[in-house]
């Protein structure tokens, strides 16, 4: 696996990343059963990959998310409804990147290295259950390529997640 993400790496940006990565993950969850697991290997994949500053995951557990799997640097361990970049995804359903995180009214900032954030809601049966954060160290670092292909990383999680209901 880290073979091919160097090759990648080495001739190319970002989504010939992100092609190389994807079915390396779904090789990777195939055939495992535990979630938490495999959710902690695709943010290990993420992280190591992508060369991100932070990425996890934040579980819905009644009005709060609360921190699941993650890499990077210690981590808000709840994030309330509607409350910061996170909370906002949960509540609106929908992806928000943020270019700049001090410019976001309510950021919550769980470490002040982080500068630009995505955060994508990972739904089930058109709830969201999860969100899937990733934060930068760099200014403005996140753009359509990261949205499409950690729409397919949630899609892999969602489907993970499905699994453990039947």
């Known amino acids: 696996m880290t073979e091919d993400l160097i090759k990648a790496a080495a001739n190319a940006g970002k989504e010939d990343l992100y092609k190389v990565m994807l079915p390396q993950i779904k090789a990777l ?12 290997n695709i943010m290990a994949v ?15 557990k009644a009005e709060e998310l609360v921190l699941g799997p993650f890499q990077g640097p210690l981590a808000c361990t709840r994030i309330g409804y509607g409350k910061g970049v996170c909370g906002k995804a949960w509540q609106e359903g929908r992806v928000i990147i943020v270019p700049n995180v001090e410019q ?31 934060d930068s160290d760099q200014l403005n670092d996140f753009d359509a390529v990261d949205v499409k292909y950690l729409t397919e990383v949630s899609t892999i999680i969602s489907d993970l997640f499905k699994a453990t209901l039947i």
């Open 104 to 134: 976001f009214p309510g950021h919550i900032a769980c470490s002040s290295l982080s500068k630009s954030e995505i955060v994508l809601p990972v739904m089930i049966n058109d709830r969201v259950r999860m969100i899937l954060d990733v």
């Open 46 to 60: 993420l992280k190591e990959s992508m060369n991100f500053f932070w990425v996890g995951v934040y579980f819905v």
């Open 29 to 40: 969850v195939d055939g495992e059963s535990d979630l938490i697991a495999n959710i902690a």
